[in-house]
């Protein structure tokens, strides 16, 4: 009813835009259509509607081409599940590595060796690759033969006297200068190793003479080892400087410290021109009585190797002869003095509380062996002294009391009366509670007992 006018021809291009290509009278419609207005279209209308036309065409083409592989699709489908083959029938596994697209040949991707964080294949060898110039952690210095060794830091001043310390307290209890040197080979004491003898010898010094021996022993044994002999020089510069306020907790240390120089320079520890340096250069009054105390023990001395015997021989390194020799010593200056004292310092000298049974043994044997009741009496009170101090322990007294009684046959083939004797002695020493009443009960007694005449039946008579 419409008109042939302009408006009407935009109404159906407008129209044919949403026009269902798929209709099948569209393609009737439209040439019908381009028939019946071609002739009253302008050049630009004409181009527009060709250019409409070609995208038509294009979508057509689209949609069929989704159409087929759907269809493809739904074929494969059928015939996988008569297939049990076929990779499209299996069901997708999480995590699998093989192509689901039926084009590969079933193997996983690189023969496994492939994927993120993985190295390889086993047994897979790599070859040595070659420094990269471009790297920035390229050295061209270090790509000769790399060495990797432990660094271990350098101790300074304050940890040095941490670290030295305890390792000197222990060699005081075992005596293992083997040992000292294994750990001073694991610390790094670099410009400060000197400091160590120094250290060493301080310490003794407020020690015992068992520690200053050991100190000596040690100083010697490090010496071409861990030490050089301008190391223990330096050393002892250092004390001789020190030498004032060491004196403040050990009165004695000049002559101390001059018998360690001489000892040193006998062990070959120091060189011998040590002294000669200090000729006349010495201010401090101290140190110049060390440097004379040792120049001293060195011309008494000229002839032996070594001063050995400068610190007396202490503690468990002496010879078991040697003790009973001091014990022996010790007793009879205390029978002739009588003083307790003066025995007590010389035991704890001797500094072997671990043999002090000896004392107590030689002491019962002089009592035996002695003539009349001095003895007796000055032995007990000895012994009650060193009991009532904890200087003589129980089983140190009940040790050397035992070794007696074992030995009590033997000492009556020289002392006919031993057995009386020495019950009234352990009778005296349970009054005075030296010893308890088992050990007196166990002391040995032979019985004095005979037979009397006939006339007495028989009867054995006390």
């Not at 060195?298 to 002839?303: A, D, N, Q, W």
């Amino acid at each position: 009813s419409l008109s042939p006018c302009g408006h009407w021809k935009n109404w159906v291009l407008s129209f044919d835009d949403d026009v269902d290509m798929d209709h099948p009278y569209c393609d009737e419609d439209e040439a019908a259509l381009e028939a019946e207005v071609n002739g009253n279209w302008t050049p630009q209308e004409k181009a527009l509607h060709e250019a409409r036309l070609k995208a038509k065409a294009k979508r057509r083409v689209r949609k069929s081409s989704s159409r087929s592989e759907s269809l493809s699709e739904s074929l494969s489908g059928e015939l996988a599940d008569g297939d049990s083959h076929s990779p499209k029938g299996k069901v997708p596994v999480p995590n699998d590595r093989k192509s689901r697209t039926g084009k590969g040949r079933g193997l996983p991707k690189k023969g496994g060796a492939g994927g993120k964080g993985v190295w390889g294949a086993a047994g897979m060898v790599y070859e040595v690759e070659e420094p990269d110039v471009k790297d920035p952690n390229y050295d061209e210095i270090a790509q000769g033969d790399t060495v990797y060794a432990t660094v271990v830091p350098e101790l300074d001043e304050r940890e040095l006297e941490k670290t030295v310390n305890p390792i000197v307290q222990e060699y005081f209890e075992h005596g293992d200068t083997k040992e000292v040197q294994m750990l001073l080979r694991e610390l790094n004491l670099g410009h400060h190793k000197y400091e160590f003898s120094s250290l060493a010898v301080s310490l003794s010094l407020e020690g015992k003479a068992s520690h200053r021996e050991l100190t000596s022993r040690l100083l010697r044994d490090l010496v071409g080892k861990e030490l050089s002999e301008s190391d223990m020089a330096r050393a002892f510069d250092k004390i001789l400087k020190e030498l004032p306020d060491l004196m403040l907790d050990t009165p004695e240390a000049p002559q101390m410290l001059g018998q360690f120089i001489a000892r040193a320079i006998a062990d070959h520890a120091l060189p011998m021109a040590f002294l000669d340096r200090y000729k006349g250069k010495v201010d401090c009054d101290h140190a110049r009585a060390a440097l004379d105390r040792a120049a001293v023990l060195l011309s008494m001395k000229r002839e032996m190797v070594r001063l050995d015997n400068v610190w007396g021989v202490g503690g468990g390194l002496r010879p078991v002869k040697h003790l009973v020799k001091e014990m022996n010593l010790l007793l009879k200056e205390y029978l002739v003095s009588g003083e307790v004292k003066e025995a007590e310092r010389c035991l704890r000298d001797l500094e072997v509380p671990h043999f002090h049974h000896e004392l107590v043994y030689e002491a019962v044997v002089m009592v035996l062996e002695s003539k009349g009741d001095t003895a007796v009496k000055m032995m007990c009170k000895l012994l009650q002294a060193f009991w009532k101090i904890g200087l003589v322990t129980v089983d140190q007294m009940n040790r050397g009391f035992q070794r007696v009684y074992d030995e009590l046959p033997e000492i009556n083939l020289d002392v006919p009366h031993a057995h009386s004797i020495m019950e009234s002695f352990t009778d005296l020493c349970y009054q005075e509670s030296v010893i308890t009443k088992q050990l007196r009960d166990s002391c040995p007694s032979r019985g004095r007992k005979r037979f009397v005449s006939e006339g007495d039946g028989g009867l054995i008579k006390n």
